[in-house]
């Protein structure tokens, strides 16, 4: 039964501004592109709390240094001032400038932790280095279990100084697990935490596919006796039926405005992708003899990769958002399958076969330069992109069962999410980098 309890939540009770009623300027004029010529280097003046939150400061000051590195834009260190009033009032500019230059850092950042009631309040100032002045400062006031999220959020608005986007601090991983017994969709923060579980069919539901905006997750399903695609608010909990057609239905994949999706069905015979858009209405795209299954759109939305064995072995094709004739995209190797479109719409990521394990595998999004970014003996599958195109979540049975695993964007920095002793698998990560 699912905890309602545990029902996913708005992120925070409360946002309000702490220093100024307006939008701050962004630290520097930088671009997204940042990363190219070296992370920034951040110092951390403090991260400190009330008497008695000990224990919750420890866990502040884990997500936040983790959240940083996450972000592929920070290089981050604690300074060791462990500063429990805000720096510009016991220090003043010129300090705040000199221990920038003495420490070679262009940000510093100092976080508080409170009570007040039963609620915390996190406070976050951003300072610029070569000002040595407060650029941003903000309160986020939630519950003891949304501590994560206010850090997730504070980083984000640091991100948005830098890059006019969040990253990937409000996005969601949406997966399956069999911790329950029987395959279930499950959603949980970018970072593995909060897991949650969100149908209990107790049957086997497969491919969940999150909306752009992380609020609802489509998915197919057993529980009716046959494959159907269900959709669900996550907020709400609300259930409803999206495609009940006649044979196979699985692999949704919703386009880039959250209106409609791309699927795999077989109402017609042999397995082909259709796009089921507002009132249900679906309309065939493919037209082969072989099968077209796993569709995945273009952040433009104007075409969709899936995979075809229409070549004798499993293939990546292209075809444009109306479907008509198909290119082939992959060429080396007898399996590659499962592709994702990167949001910044440059690379796709696949599953590739090699030395008869399967790994995860990008090219560009015309098919040129492939090339593979996990290897070992074991299988690395159905990799999928962080909303902000930094990272790649996917599957992988490395460390024995399977488990949901991200990494950086040219196959380095591999990261455990899952933890939880059963099987997880099939990620879709998703969620807004915008306001």
């Not at 077209?292 to 293939?315: K, L, Y």
């Amino acid at each position: 039964m699912v905890n309602r309890g545990a029902r996913l939540i708005p992120l925070l009770a409360l946002l309000v501004w702490l220093v100024t009623g307006r939008e701050a300027h962004a630290i520097y004029d930088l671009s997204a592109t940042r990363e190219s010529a070296g992370r920034i280097p951040v110092g951390i003046l403090g991260v400190t709390g009330a008497a008695g939150a000990d224990n919750q400061v420890l866990e502040v000051n884990q997500v936040l240094m983790a959240d940083l590195r996450r972000s592929a834009l920070f290089h981050a260190r604690d300074l060791g001032m462990r500063m429990a009033e805000p720096p510009e009032e016991a220090l003043g500019p010129l300090q705040l400038r000199e221990i920038a230059g003495s420490e070679a850092v262009e940000v510093m950042l100092w976080v508080r932790l409170e009570r007040e009631g039963a609620r915390w309040v996190l406070t976050g100032h951003i300072y610029d280095g070569a000002r040595g002045r407060l650029t941003l400062g903000k309160r986020f006031v939630g519950k003891e279990d949304q501590l994560r999220q206010m850090v997730h959020r504070f980083v984000g608005e640091l991100i948005y100084q830098f890059t006019g986007e969040y990253g990937i601090t409000r996005s969601r991983i949406a997966f399956v697990s069999d911790l329950s017994g029987s395959k279930e969709i499950y959603v949980m923060e970018h970072d593995g935490g909060a897991p949650t579980r969100v149908t209990a069919d107790r049957g086997i539901s497969l491919t969940p596919s999150l909306s752009p905006d992380a609020e609802k997750v489509l998915y197919a399903s057993q529980k009716s006796g046959r494959w159907v695609i269900y959709e669900r608010e996550l907020a709400s909990g609300k259930s409803m039926v999206s495609l009940s057609a006649a044979g196979l239905n699985v692999a949704p994949d919703w386009n880039p405005q959250g209106d409609g999706y791309a699927v795999t069905a077989s109402l017609d015979g042999n397995r082909e992708i259709y796009h089921v858009v507002k009132g249900r209405k679906i309309r065939r795209l493919t037209h082969s003899s072989a099968d077209d299954v796993s569709p995945a759109w273009s952040p433009d939305g104007q075409q969709i990769a899936f995979t075809s064995d229409q070549a004798g072995s499993p293939q990546i094709y292209v075809m444009g958002a109306k479907g008509g004739p198909a290119r082939r995209l992959t060429f080396r190797g007898r399996y590659n399958s499962e592709p994702d479109w990167s949001p910044r719409g440059g690379l796709i990521a696949y599953t590739c076969q090699d030395g008869g394990f399967f790994h995860v595998c990008v090219m560009d999004a015309g098919g040129g330069n492939p090339r593979q970014l996990t290897a070992g003996s074991w299988d690395d599958e159905t990799p999928t992109f962080s909303p902000d195109g930094r990272h790649i979540a996917f599957s992988s049975s490395r460390g024995g069962k399977r488990d949901i695993y991200m990494m950086d964007l040219d196959g380095g920095g591999a990261e455990r999410l899952t933890f939880n002793g059963a099987n997880n698998t099939n990620p879709s990560w998703a969620g807004p980098t915008g306001r």
